[in-house]
């Protein structure tokens, strides 16, 4: 696992994963992010958010907040990271995807980053999952 990585686990549940995707897609549009998603697929999906400017002196511009939602209502991961922003997500199915291009190693200003926007996404995506 990568520094600034997190896997949430969620059993016995019972989420309509579409509508979790859909919670944490509004919550970044509403805090300024640009969102995107790849196909969905049973394998899951991958959400990608970045900001125009805001990581400009500490991220690269090709970075991405990159969340990847796996398994099935009752048993699934939530993945959150920094990976590269993929100009085909919208395109790509989760299978085809490269994890080592979704979740990078990342260095400590993209670490302190990624804690403080990562903490908040975690507590929306837990209390979506209640």
Same mark, same amino acid.
């Given at each position: 696992?990568?520094?600034?990585?997190?896997?949430?686990?969620?059993?016995?549940?019972?989420?309509?994963?579409?509508?979790?995707?859909?919670?944490?897609?509004?919550?970044?549009?509403?805090?300024?992010?640009?969102?995107?998603?790849?196909?969905?697929?049973?394998?899951?999906?991958?959400?990608?958010?970045?900001?125009?400017?805001?990581?400009r002196d500490v991220v690269d511009a090709d970075r991405a907040l990159t $969340?990847?939602?796996?398994?099935?209502?009752?048993? &699934?991961? %939530?993945?959150?990271?920094?990976? *590269?922003?993929? +100009?085909?997500?919208?395109?790509?199915a989760v299978e085809t995807l490269l994890i080592s291009d979704l979740f990078?190693? $990342?260095?400590?200003?993209?670490?302190?980053?990624? &804690?403080? %926007?990562?903490?908040?996404?975690? *507590?929306?995506? +837990?209390?979506?999952?209640?």
């Amino acid at each position: 696992m990568a520094i600034g990585d997190k896997t949430l686990h969620f059993q016995g549940k019972g989420t309509d994963l579409g509508a979790l995707q859909q919670k944490i897609e509004e919550y970044l549009k509403s805090d300024g992010f640009t969102v995107q998603s790849s196909a969905p697929s049973d394998k899951g999906t991958v959400l990608q958010a970045k900001k125009g400017g805001f990581l400009r002196d500490v991220v690269d511009a090709d970075r991405a907040l990159t $969340i990847m939602i796996s398994g099935d209502p009752n048993d &699934f991961t %939530v993945r959150v990271g920094i990976g *590269k922003w993929l +100009e085909h997500l919208g395109r790509a199915a989760v299978e085809t995807l490269l994890i080592s291009d979704l979740f990078l190693v $990342i260095d400590v200003a993209e670490t302190a980053w990624n &804690f403080e %926007v990562e903490d908040k996404l975690i *507590k929306q995506i +837990e209390s979506a999952v209640g």
